[in-house]
């Protein structure tokens, strides 16, 4: 259980095009689901905090208008990367909350990520 | 605001050796703790995590780690790494809101 997938694995896009990325739990709800960006040989950083029904909580320094985030149901949140720049290359990696845990408390499982490059 | 120091960049081990990864803490609240794995090409998977209770938490393929409240620490061992073992380590404290900070990640590499 507690399998978290994204689409597209990877994604080239040309600068200024606006790019998609899915993220869906794919068995279990998730009313929270969090959005990173890691950098090569770096660790995760939080972009943003997404849960169902209301707008997203984003990290301080990250653009709510560049990076749009939607979650729609309790299984999907996307993340849109609205006029894309080569500095905007990274790897986007999702998570959802899985409520179920022990101690009251939620673990996050992880999507495979998403590579996306600017041209 | 809370933060993670993993202090190890970079560990190179041979198989069988003992691994243990350095991970300290810092927030004001009730803290959760997790190690997370990266095996190359691979996404993130847990491996062990820390809500309450026991402070020696076991997890997945042998992996232990225990948490130390005076020492703000919560290190990662395993008494003999494998070459599959391979991969990059994150340690992880869970704040409000569920949210998830990491710490820098420690490369290891076991040479077979």
């Known amino acids: 259980g507690a399998v978290v997938s994204q689409h597209p694995s990877r994604v080239i896009c040309k600068s200024g095009t606006s790019v998609k990325i899915e993220c869906r739990s794919l068995d279990f709800q998730a009313t929270t689901m969090f959005w990173y960006r890691q950098f090569p040989k770096q660790s995760l950083m939080l972009m943003a905090t997404?849960?169902?029904?209301?707008?997203?909580?984003?990290e301080q320094g990250v653009e709510k208008d560049k990076f749009l985030i939607n979650h729609a149901s309790l299984t999907l949140s996307t993340l849109t990367v609205t006029s894309a720049h080569p500095e905007d290359s990274s790897f986007y990696i999702c998570?959802?909350?899985?409520?179920?845990?022990?101690?009251?408390?939620?673990?996050?499982?992880f999507g495979p990520g998403t590579r996306l490059t600017v041209l | 605001a809370q933060s993670v120091s993993q202090h190890n960049h970079h560990v190179i081990l041979s198989e069988a050796a003992s691994l243990e990864l350095g991970c300290n803490y810092s927030y004001g609240g009730t803290v959760n703790l997790f190690w997370y794995v990266q095996y190359p090409g691979q996404h993130l998977q847990l491996l062990l995590k820390y809500f309450s209770g026991d402070p020696l938490v076991k997890g997945i393929k042998g992996f232990e780690a225990e948490f130390i409240k005076s020492k703000f620490s919560f290190n990662l061992r395993k008494p003999s790494v494998q070459w599959s073992d391979t991969a990059e380590y994150f340690c992880?404290?869970?704040?409000?809101?569920?949210?998830?900070?990491f710490g820098g990640g420690t490369r290891l590499m076991v040479k077979p």
């Open positions: 998570s959802a909350n899985a409520p179920w845990t022990s101690g009251g408390t939620d673990t996050q499982y």
């Open positions: 992880a404290v869970g704040g409000a809101g569920n949210m998830l900070t």
């Open positions: 997404s849960n169902e029904g209301s707008k997203a909580t984003y």
